[in-house]
Each structure stands twice: as structure tokens, then as C-alpha cells.
């Protein structure tokens, strides 16, 4: 029976042996002991990927392709970290006390009732001989993979978390597979900031691939929530990729105003966006003329905005043989399907994939040479933080 | 007030001046009677996309854009032909009724509970002087936007219908659009199998697209549900767009036989596919194996199989770079953006648009050449009618 190639397990849970040995039945490979996916981390139901698992394995032992990871914070999910608030009425002994409960049971931070997971930093504690993610003992990282799949043993109890914001201080390990995606926390940026721009980073790197590619000699682009997070680093990344013209939608006087002055040139730099156009993205009708008179129609339409229904006026803003790049989770596939075929729109339609070679990078040095982008970052870091603090 | 450039209007209802001119001040063109989308024939809500409205002017006189055809036959869309047999226990006499109170209350025949349509075949009547749809009064044709935008007025009161299939015969008028799509019905074909082939259309054309396009020398693709019928002309037209190998997956054994006999070339034509792998779609560690053992990873997986939780197969299946192209109405957003980010897979995700320019012609012509897919297609319409002729 295949083992790995080195044998570092404490024995509790099954062993080692045998899980390579069920990753190499499933995998057809009589060599292979871990599964880069992570398969052999999966206890229940077996044969599902890490996400989908209700439980994992998440000794801190690890396969010859794997990296444990000693963790300093995790930052739950918004959804999650609302349900847990709301289903305990805001207890925070309740609520630590549900996330060790979770994380005890499941090996893992995936909230059972919304799915979702979260992200988290540490510093690398040890690197698997196999490991392909080029991380050093010593380096601190955030991981761009979900908690949803991760492996996690919290050891502090949580002492350190108030309970009231989705910021979670914390002692334990985690594990990252051969697949796992993690970003070396920068030197010179504030870790939050830091954080913050790397929970969005998927969506500024596949706009700069699509408006690169874009056949339009003058890509013109439209940004639906352009004053948002993943919406100004998208705007920079069009730029960036040789947009020649920026169509920035916003749904009020308010988030207006933030992004007329990030929109203003300055020190030599282009303003973020050329246009900044108040509409109801949800209103088909309204926000494909708004972007039409600014110029639309647009050949590449970035949907940043968390808001359901707002594809039929993304597809109508579109021009034909133009692209539509939706990042935002309350996106209808059906509605996007039928709603272009509805109007016969031939326009290529992306589901926004969070994962992008290089996108951590990317986001980070639009960060760095873009003051304009940096500052709505930090406003909204600092509204963000506040409530959360005050309550 | 600018009015339509003739009158033809009965006087029932609002006035095409009225609604020349809302559509003119929403569209800020002074000169504007009509939009290609509709608008101005949607009464309620106003201001919203004619699939959207809860009522349409169905009258009879069109606008210079719009087309008029004389209605054989409705083909309701059959998630909404179940939910209408179930809600009146199948009894065809409320069944009729239902289907005429819904044409008749909303001025389109768009079941309020689905939201889905059908199509409709029928001759053209009238063609306004400015269509872009290039009819002529007396072509038959069939409809491929939904019945759901579609203005229709029924006036047999149904009598040719036994409210027993959702094939329904039936007199009346439907209006077209300047952007809605219509296929002329060939004459070399049956009506039910032109008819069976365009409701599928779009997915042959987006799949010939994009293998066309692909940077593989030798592209492989793989087609999960191969033997339906979006999967067996997709599969079709992979190889016309020049895939080098083709993997069909199917459920079971059933579907495999039925693939395997399409798959044997003959009469100097390739085989639909290279490959028949059994596999279940929903499990994605083992349908992506067995697409890996089958010649992939494929550069373009084609989901076609209308069963919720394919994404994570379909993503794993796929090589980096490559594309996952979704037609399934089953799709999750979510679940395919985060599959792919939670196993670091850079793959582009296609939300399958229905529309294509040409799509209608590509896949009438891949059935005239590929009698393999002609004999598919002509066992399901012959599964199809009998237990609704036998209920």
C-alpha cells in the first residue's frame, strides 16, 4: 500500500496509508499519496472535493505537497459572519462559542447554513518537500482560497475575539494543498488594506485579460458599481489594459461624488474613469441609455454590484460581439441566458472566476500606483470598521 | 407628439402617439415611434423589457419595425405545460381555459408561475416597411425569442387543442420585434424536427464558436450529456469547428448504447464522437477522471445536461486555459465561480447565450449532414409524443 513519502502523523484520525491509498484508487495512480485538490483530507462523504465535504481532516501533519500554516486572523465572510450574529442575537460568547463549534466539528470554517467560508492570514510553519506554491517557513500570508475548503484547528479558544466583527483573532493551524492559492502579505501595505484588496483580486485581473484582448481598436468599458471595491480595481485594471474609454456607473448622488474624485487626473495619472453615470442597474432600460449617452455602447460591461437583476441592463449596455464579465454573486444564470436571447443580444457572457494567474499581484500594484483607488479602499475600510467597533 | 409613421391602430387601448412618445422621452430620440426591443408595446409595469411585463398591447396593427404572423401552433415550454396540467389535475378543459385567461389577461403566453414561454410557428402576415428581419408576407416560420416577450391574441378559442400536449394548434396573431429572431421552416424537414432542433440552436452555434476560436492545435472537447439533443448537436458541431478528439459523457448505460451507435462513422463521415464515457456529471472528482482517462483534460467542456451540481465536474475536466462553456438552465452562478477559485482553475466560464447570429441555419444544416444526430433527435420526438398522445 502506497504511503507518503514521508510519515509525520500523529495517528489520530486515519491513517495517512490508507487515505493516499484512497486518493490512489479513485485517482487510477498507484503512486500517489496526496491529492493536490485535497482530496485525502476529505473524511465525510468521501469522494467530494474539500468544499463540498461536511468534514475534513485537518490533523497538522502534513502530506509531502502541502503547507501548515500557523494562523494569526481569520476574516469570515460578511453572509457568514450575519447569520452567526443574527441566529445568537448578537451574543459574542454565543457567537465564538458557534465558530469553535463549527471548526471543531467540521475541521474547517464553513458556515452550515450559508456555505460560505471566509479568508484567512498566518505565517507559513512548514513546507511540504512537493509543495508547488513557492512559500518559505517565516512568510506571512493570506490564502485566496476559501475557509469553505480549508483545514483549521483553532487552539486558543478564541480568547482573543471580542465576538463582534467578522475579524477573528486567533492561535491554530491550517493546511494548503498543492492547488491552494496563498498571496505573501506585502511590506509596504497595511495588512487590512492588504487583505482587502486580495478578497477582490479575481475581478481587476480577468477584466485586464478580457479588455486586452478586447478586438475594439478603442475599448470603451463600463464598470456597474464602479465606486465599489471590486469595481474601482476593475476600472484600473481596463485602464491598465488599454481601455480608452471608462464608463463608471453608481446608483446614487453619493457614491457619485466618491467617484468624481477619484475620477479627476492628477500627478500625471488618468482619472479612474472617463464618465460617471448615476443609474438603477436594475433598470434594463434606464442604465443601457445612461451608458449609451456616455458614450456606450460599451464593448466590455463589468457587473461589480451585489445586487440581483442587474443583467438584462448589463447585456443591453453591451454592444453586439462585445463581453460581459459578471463578478457579482447575485447573478442569475438563467436570467443572464434567457435575458440575452430575449433581445438577441450576441454578446459573450463570463462567469466572473475569482482565480486568475498573477491576480494578487496585479491588485496590489493598481493599489500601489493608483492614490485614487487607494483612497476609496480606505474609506470604505474605515466605514466598514466602525460599525462593527461601535456596536 | 411624434406618432408612428403610419396609423393603423384600432383605437383599443393606448394610443400608439402615447406610447411613441413615452418611448421617445425615455429614449431621449425626438423622433422615435417604436423600439426594436418592444418597449413600446409594454403596458405594465412601464419601463420594463417586454419579458418582464406582467401585460403587453397584443393588437394587431404594427409599428414600420414590427412584423405580424398568422399563428398555427404554440409549443409551450414544458415546465410551464407541467405546472398548468398539475395545478388543474390534468383536465384538458381547465388546462384550455387556464392557457386562454393567461393569453388574454397578460397579452402574451407567459405562464405567471414558470415565467417560461415556448415558441410558436405560424405565417407571416404583414411585414412593416422598416423590419430588419428580412420576411416576407407568406413565409412560415417558427419564433426562437420566448413566447414569454412575444404579443399574442388567440381567437379560436383553443378548438383544435385537446389541453392534453404542449403542442397547440391554435389561430391568432403574434407580433415580432425589430430585434427578435425568427427562422424560416425548412422545407426538406419535418415541422416537429426543424421545430426540435432550433429550440437547441444556440448551443451548437456558441460551441462551434469557440472550438473554432481555440488556441489548441488539436482541441479536445469534452460534452457532458452528448446523446440529448443540445449535447449531440453540440457534439456535431465540435467537429465541424475542427475538435481533434471528442469525449462524450452520458449517465448510464441506456444513454452510452445510444451514443455508441452515433458514434460508429459511416458513409465516409467521422463518428459524432471518439469516445463514450458513462459517468455521473454530479460527481466531479469522478467525471473528471474519467475524461482524463478518456484523452482529456478537454480544452472545451460543453455541459448539456439540465441537472443541478455539474459545475465542479466540468471545471475539473477542463485544462488551464481552457473553456467551460454552460447551456445547462440548471447552472449555479455561484457554484461555478467558486468551484473554479476553490481549485485555482483558470478556466473561462461562458454563460451559453441562446443567441448566436446564424445559430437556427448552422444547426439545421449539421442534422442534414449528420443523419447519426437526425436518428438522436427523431428517437426523442418519438419518445416524447407518445405518453402525451397515449395519456
Redesign the interface.
Known amino acids: 500500500m502506497p504511503g507518503p513519502r514521508h510519515n509525520p502523523h500523529d495517528g489520530a484520525g486515519p491513517e495517512p496509508g490508507e487515505a493516499g491509498a484512497r486518493g490512489a484508487s479513485?485517482?487510477?495512480q498507484a503512486s500517489a499519496a496526496s491529492s493536490p485538490?485535497g482530496?485525502h483530507r476529505v473524511l465525510e462523504p468521501s469522494?467530494?472535493?474539500?468544499?463540498?465535504a461536511w468534514r475534513l481532516d485537518a490533523k497538522a501533519a502534513i502530506w509531502p505537497d502541502e503547507v501548515r500554516v500557523a494562523v494569526t486572523r481569520l476574516n469570515l465572510d460578511a453572509a457568514s459572519f450575519r447569520q452567526l450574529r443574527e441566529a445568537h442575537d448578537g451574543n459574542p460568547d454565543k457567537v465564538r462559542a458557534a465558530v469553535l463549534n463549527i471548526v471543531g466539528t467540521r475541521g474547517k470554517m464553513q458556515n452550515p447554513v450559508t456555505g460560505s467560508g471566509g479568508m484567512l492570514t498566518g505565517t507559513v510553519a512548514e513546507v511540504g518537500p512537493d509543495s508547488p506554491l513557492g512559500l518559505a517557513v517565516g512568510d506571512k500570508i493570506a490564502t485566496?482560497?476559501?475557509l469553505?475548503?480549508t483545514p483549521l484547528v483553532i487552539t486558543d479558544g478564541l480568547a482573543g475575539w471580542d465576538g463582534k466583527s467578522e475579524q477573528v483573532p486567533c492561535e491554530g493551524h491550517a493546511i494548503l494543498f498543492g492547488?491552494?492559492?496563498a498571496a505573501k502579505l506585502p511590506d509596504d501595505l497595511p495588512a487590512e488594506l492588504a487583505l482587502s484588496v486580495m478578497d477582490v483580486c479575481?475581478a481587476p485581473a480577468l477584466t485586464h485579460r478580457v479588455v486586452a484582448a478586447c478586438e475594439a481598436r478603442q475599448p470603451v468599458v463600463a464598470i456597474i458599481g464602479a465606486a465599489g471595491k471590486s469595481g474601482s480595481l476593475s476600472a484600473a485594471a481596463a485602464r491598465h489594459a488599454g481601455a480608452a474609454r471608462i464608463i463608471g456607473v453608481v446608483p446614487h448622488e453619493a457614491e457619485a461624488q466618491l467617484l468624481r474624485g477619484a475620477a479627476a487626473a492628477t500627478d500625471g495619472q488618468p482619472g479612474l474613469v472617463d464618465e460617471v453615470v448615476i443609474a438603477d442597474a436594475r433598470?434594463?432600460?434606464?442604465v443601457s441609455?445612461a451608458i449609451q449617452?456616455a458614450g456606450g455602447p460599451a464593448d466590455v460591461t463589468v457587473v461589480c454590484v451585489d445586487v440581483p437583476g442587474c443583467e438584462?441592463g448589463a447585456i443591453?449596455a453591451t454592444a453586439q460581439g462585445g463581453t460581459v464579465i459578471?463578478f457579482s454573486?447575485a447573478?442569475?444564470?438563467?436570467a443572464?441566458?434567457?435575458?440575452?436571447?430575449?433581445?438577441?443580444?450576441?454578446?459573450?457572457?463570463?462567469?466572473?472566476?475569482?482565480?486568475?494567474?498573477g491576480h494578487a499581484e496585479l491588485a496590489l500594484d493598481l493599489i500601489r500606483a493608483q492614490p485614487s483607488v487607494r483612497g476609496l479602499f480606505q474609506r470604505r475600510i474605515d466605514e466598514h470598521s466602525s460599525p462593527n467597533h461601535g456596536e
Not at 47 to 52: D, H, I, S, T, Y
Not at 349 to 355: I, K
Request: proline fraction near 5%; avoid cysteine; hydrophobic fraction near 50%.
Open positions: 479513485l485517482n487510477g485538490l482530496l469522494g467530494v472535493l474539500p468544499q463540498a485566496l482560497v476559501s469553505s475548503l492547488r491552494s492559492i479575481g433598470n434594463p432600460v434606464l441609455r449617452k438584462g443591453l459578471f454573486m447573478t442569475s444564470f438563467t443572464a441566458a434567457l435575458g440575452a436571447e430575449g433581445v438577441a443580444a450576441d454578446v459573450t457572457m463570463l462567469v466572473g472566476n475569482g482565480y486568475v494567474p
